[in-house]
């Protein structure tokens, strides 16, 4: 896939601009970014909004928000992890951000690589997401940006909902004559039970919750603030026979306070303080593939930080933004792993023992800065240039980050651009000391490159289509498991390697169709045509989630106000995998082992992924308020979608024999779950 997607773009962009141009809109209300997506309390005129509502009704799995988005274009994923891929990026690459503070590693069951999100999605009024192109208030991130806001109702609500995984409530009121406004929830999750209900259970035991506060006050007209706490812990305890046992628990507490404010003259202001404190430990003893094994994994990170925002637009001319950020914290790592295995030297099986040991304290600061001007050029076109500018103190150097959006506004037309470079530095919390890191990477950079079109057709029907590049240089080295990322002890795994890309690309089409309005239908049709690879020892390879096709089509039918009906269908190309390869390694004694090896990096490509999901929501208006409730079926037709292969090896003679068995997804699975408002 070459630069030919962006002709295609702008040969569309060409034919939109003989339309007839409208009067300007107001230059605040201007959106120069591309590669937005909305879920906003009402529907939107654009073709990559989703009314809040809309996604209650959809089918999902765990009530879970990331993986409720995971439908928008632009993003893989899987059945088992709510982490999200954005354009072959992964989640680490994206910048999390709820009520103005930013999220770090906010998910639950850490060990299959983080199965829910800790955000309750009842307590989310609106979100964003940027998939590339983003601006320069945005920084220390590759790939993209997730905004959340909670609500903030001047009406007091209790919320209770009830499903196969866990149990929530949400409680709402006001005070000081509806001046001030409070918001808690609570979610406590009971996953073994559907894993049991699947016939998955595999003697693994699994716990969380989460808790949710805000409290906001008008101190003055136009001025706001508000205090946040979010905690969340879950743990899990794995025993299976011949495998090590595992023992985990994973705590996050955060609180911040917030402030926001109009003042005359056209500025307005926002400014977070907030502290967060994170910890991880795993306990592992007995033994693996015969041999004693023992691992003690201990991590805490304090992280402290500031940020304030400022926007002034003193007349239609220009609208000037500018802001810092700075940031203060201190890791702990406490890292004990050994173990033994049988390896082949000199023709000679022998017994190896393993040892890694870490104790670690790094602390450093952060601060950051950026500038930006959004203004007419001439007529409907609008530009805003920004430059950021970025500095870590564990990390050496800092980045100037130049960035230009830009949007041409045809009134049913709108055409956006957006050219930048884009920084990324190491996380304190993010040292792999299970695999010998001892001192932090290299920033890395990326440039993008988006063009894309968002029209209406009529009243009833949107359509928006882009082309993107994001060039990575400078990518950090980075260690990861080729045949199976979800194993309990990665870190002990024959199939994990260290990576070390020269550079890496990712490049695609993005096609979505979306009807608009209130009517008894709504649907949303997507289709993405992209890839995403890394070169890596001179030659390319493509990255874990890359996606050549994904095609997605949602639609819900409200028969009348009680009864609704949602269908969503899912199908993407079937992602690389890395083979195993075995064969007999002949010995002094003149007998063989049998010994394996990796084959090529992802030089193997699972079958295509597809499924269909359904759900029925029945509402019941009540005395007491509204009563909901739902029934979800995942993967209707059962299909076998793959995450890789276990192998089942024979010797007969001097001939190895090696047959795959598929190690799948989620298989057919149903859901009933109950909500209460009052």
């Given at each position: 896939m070459k630069l030919g997607s962006f002709t295609l773009v702008a040969s569309l962009a060409a034919t939109a601009l003989t339309a007839q141009v409208v009067p300007a809109v107001k230059l605040a209300e201007v959106?120069?970014?591309?590669?937005?997506?909305?879920?906003?309390?009402?529907?939107?005129?654009?073709?990559?909004?989703?009314?809040?509502?809309?996604?209650?009704?959809?089918?999902?799995?765990?009530?879970?928000?990331?993986r409720s988005i995971a439908r928008l274009p632009g993003l893989a994923t899987d059945d088992v992890s709510a982490r999200f891929w954005v354009r072959g990026a992964p989640q680490s690459e994206v910048r999390l951000r709820l009520d103005g503070a930013d999220l770090l590693e906010p998910f639950h069951l850490k060990d299959v690589d983080g199965a829910l999100s800790i955000v309750d999605p009842a307590a989310i009024r609106w979100l964003d997401?940027?998939?590339?192109?983003?601006?320069?208030e945005h920084g220390d991130r590759l790939a993209g940006v997730l905004t959340m806001e909670t609500k903030s109702d001047r009406r007091a609500l209790t919320a209770l909902n009830l499903s196969l995984t866990g149990v929530g409530g949400l409680r709402q009121g006001v005070f000081a004559g509806n001046r001030g406004r409070w918001l808690a929830t609570a979610r406590r999750?009971?996953?073994?039970?559907?894993?049991?209900?699947?016939?998955?259970?595999?003697?693994?035991?699994?716990?969380?919750?989460?808790?949710?506060?805000?409290?906001?006050?008008?101190?003055?007209?136009?001025?706001?603030?508000?205090?946040?706490?979010?905690?969340?812990?879950?743990?899990l305890r794995y025993e299976r026979t011949n495998s090590p046992t595992l023992s985990s628990a994973y705590g996050s507490n955060q609180v911040w306070g917030r402030w926001r404010g109009e003042m005359s003259g056209g500025l307005k202001g926002e400014a977070v303080l907030a502290w967060n404190r994170l910890t991880w430990s795993r306990h592992g003893s007995g033994r693996q593939d015969g041999f004693p094994f023992s691992l003690t994994d201990h991590r805490e990170?304090?992280?402290?930080?500031?940020?304030?925002?400022?926007?002034w637009q003193p007349g239609e001319s220009a609208v000037w933004r500018a802001g810092f950020e700075a940031g203060k914290g201190t890791a702990d790592y406490d890292y004990a792993l050994s173990r033994q295995r049988t390896v082949v030297s000199g023709n000679t099986q022998v017994v190896a023992t393993e040892r890694s040991t870490a104790r670690l304290v790094p602390e450093g600061t952060s601060a950051a800065g950026f500038a930006a001007v959004k203004f007419r050029v001439a007529g409907p076109v609008v530009a805003e240039p920004g430059v950021r500018w970025e500095r870590a103190g564990h990390v050496l150097g800092s980045t100037v980050s130049p960035r230009l959006n830009a949007a041409l506004n045809l009134g049913a037309t709108v055409i956006r651009a957006a050219w930048g470079d884009y920084a990324q530095r190491?996380?304190?919390?993010?040292?792999?000391?299970?695999?010998?890191?001892?001192?932090?990477g290299r920033v890395e950079r990326a440039e993008h490159r988006v063009i894309g079109l968002e029209r209406t057709i009529g009243p009833r029907v949107a359509v928006r289509m882009e082309a993107?590049?994001?060039?990575?240089?400078?990518?950090?080295?980075?260690w990861e498991n080729l045949d199976n990322a979800y194993d309990l002890f990665p870190e002990a795994q024959t199939?994990?390697?260290?990576?070390?890309?020269?550079?890496?690309?990712?490049?695609?089409?993005?096609?979505?169709?979306?009807?608009?309005?209130?009517?008894?239908?709504?649907?949303?049709?997507?289709?993405?045509?992209?890839?995403?690879?890394?070169?890596?020892?001179?030659?390319?390879?493509?990255?874990?989630?890359?996606?050549?096709?994904?095609?997605?089509?949602?639609?819900?039918?409200?028969?009348?106000?009680?009864?609704?009906?949602?269908?969503?269908?899912?199908?993407?190309?079937?992602?690389?995998?890395?083979?195993?390869?075995?064969?007999?390694?002949?010995?002094?004694?003149?007998?063989?082992?049998?010994?394996?090896?990796?084959?090529?990096?992802?030089?193997?490509?699972?079958?295509?992924?597809?499924?269909?999901?359904?759900?029925?929501?029945?509402r019941f208006q009540t005395s007491r308020g509204e009563l909901r409730a739902y029934l979800d079926l995942f993967n209707v037709y059962d299909r076998v979608n793959?995450?890789?292969?276990?192998?089942?090896?024979?010797?007969?003679?001097?001939?190895?024999?090696?047959?795959?068995?598929?190690?799948?997804?989620?298989?057919?699975?149903?859901?009933?779950?109950?909500?209460?408002?009052?």
């Open positions: 959106v120069v970014t591309p590669s937005r997506f909305g879920v906003a309390d009402v529907a939107t005129t654009a073709a990559a909004g989703l009314t809040a509502a809309e996604l209650e009704v959809l089918p999902q799995v765990g009530d879970d928000l990331f997401l940027a998939t590339g192109g983003f601006q320069v999750g009971y996953p073994d039970i559907a894993l049991r209900a699947s016939g998955r259970d595999d003697d693994v035991s699994p716990r969380y919750y989460d808790l949710m506060g805000k409290v906001e006050y008008d101190a003055a007209p136009g001025h706001t603030v508000s205090f946040h706490a979010l905690r969340s812990g879950d743990g990170l304090d992280l402290a930080s500031l940020r304030n925002d400022w926007t190491q996380g304190l919390h993010e040292l792999s000391v299970a695999d010998g890191e001892r001192v932090f993107y590049q994001r060039l990575t240089s400078r990518v950090r080295p980075r199939d994990r390697v260290r990576v070390a890309p020269s550079e890496a690309r990712a490049e695609g089409v993005e096609l979505l169709l979306s009807s608009r309005g209130n009517g008894a239908l709504q649907w949303h049709v997507s289709h993405a045509i992209a890839r995403t690879e890394e070169r890596v020892a001179g030659r390319w390879v493509p990255r874990r989630r890359d996606q050549r096709h994904t095609f997605y089509a949602d639609a819900t039918y409200a028969l009348n106000p009680r009864w609704q009906f949602s269908a969503a269908w899912h199908f993407h190309s079937g992602w690389p995998t890395t083979d195993v390869v075995y064969s007999l390694a002949p010995l002094a004694n003149n007998r063989r082992v049998l010994v394996s090896a990796n084959g090529d990096p992802y030089g193997l490509r699972l079958p295509d992924y597809h499924r269909l999901d359904l759900r029925v929501t029945r793959l995450l890789g292969y276990d192998h089942q090896v024979s010797v007969s003679g001097t001939t190895v024999t090696d047959r795959r068995k598929p190690r799948e997804q989620l298989p057919f699975l149903p859901s009933v779950g109950l909500g209460w408002e009052f």
